[in-house]
């Protein structure tokens, strides 16, 4: 199961009623987050969620309403008695913009470990494999689709013709490599061909491009700017290089996705929902998320509709 909370939906700066926008994967316990905009740690509580199993905080961009909250979160975090390396990811220049903003909390009792990316990489934290991909900001912006894998089947006549003894299966099911009897046995030996996992596709600030829809296929869900829903926005949408609601509607729909969240909503925007009716007429399982919006994600067999 994954766990996928937006704990604010804002683009921008934050409002009375909205928080920035971030987002944050759980799965067994530890846990990734994307950006961190001014007040993110106050989002989180709000949310009812911590960071104190934060493997990785992964950055679209640098404009501030996406970083603006990392020397809080940070402080916050070593007060909290945090001791171990965080590691941080994000476009180029991630180590400058971080080091300048840390002016402000020069002094954290754990180390920061920086990883630039240019898009096609691939990260690995929280069990989760992360693959970022280039968007189309007015500065360097990447999207992130994240795979909750899945092992095979078990097999027990395949364990049999491999010779695993049966006192190994059940933890060739948990792990890796079982050591028994001075003979290491390895987890395929055991294990069908490995299953369709949980993917969630995560991009905001950018004009539609065609690596979106192409990361993004067959999500389970995929999470998009609708910076407006407005018709006439269209033009200043095409100025700042933010997306519409219907343009969001019209990726999902080329990736096959299951459900989509719209999320980073203008100031000038005060109840996304009414402007639901064009982006849902192009991929009906539209939403407009808000504030603290959770799901638990299951596996397919064992999934459910999502809101």
């Not at 180390?111 to 693959?131: D, H, K, N, P, V």
Request: hydrophobic share 40%.
């Amino acid at each position: 199961m994954l766990e996928v909370t937006l704990p604010g939906t804002g683009g921008t700066m934050p409002l009375k009623n909205r928080w920035l926008t971030c987002c944050l994967l759980r799965q067994e316990g530890e846990t990734v987050l994307i950006d961190c905009g001014e007040g993110t740690q106050i989002a989180l509580r709000c949310a009812g969620k911590t960071v104190q199993r934060l493997r990785l905080l992964c950055f679209t961009h640098y404009h501030a309403d996406h970083i603006s909250g990392l020397p809080g979160l940070l402080l916050s975090m070593g007060l909290d008695g945090r001791t171990e390396p965080l590691m941080l990811a994000g476009p180029k220049g991630l180590r400058r913009v971080v080091e300048g903003l840390r002016v402000i909390a020069p002094e954290l009792p754990f180390s920061l470990e920086f990883t630039e990316l240019a898009g096609g990489e691939q990260l690995r934290a929280a069990g989760l494999l992360i693959e970022p991909f280039a968007a189309q900001h007015t500065l360097p912006c990447l999207g992130y689709r994240m795979t909750l894998p899945r092992a095979g089947k078990f097999d027990p006549e395949k364990a049999k013709a491999n010779n695993v003894p049966m006192r190994a299966w059940g933890l060739l099911q948990k792990q890796e490599t079982v050591g028994y009897e001075g003979v290491t046995y390895h987890r395929d030996q055991v294990l069908g061909p490995s299953r369709r996992g949980i993917v969630v596709t995560y991009c905001t600030d950018t004009r539609p491009v065609a690596a979106i829809a192409q990361y993004g296929v067959d999500s389970d869900l995929m999470i998009l700017e609708g910076m407006y829903g407005e018709p006439d926005k269209r033009k200043k949408a095409l100025e700042t290089k933010h997306m519409m609601f219907t343009e969001a509607a019209e990726l999902a729909k080329e990736a096959g996705a299951r459900t989509l969240w719209l999320t980073h909503y203008s100031p000038s925007l005060p109840d996304p929902c009414s402007w639901l009716d064009a982006p849902r007429a192009i991929f009906p399982q539209t939403f407009c998320a808000a504030d603290g919006q959770s799901v638990d994600l299951c596996f397919q067999e064992e999934s459910r509709e999502i809101e």
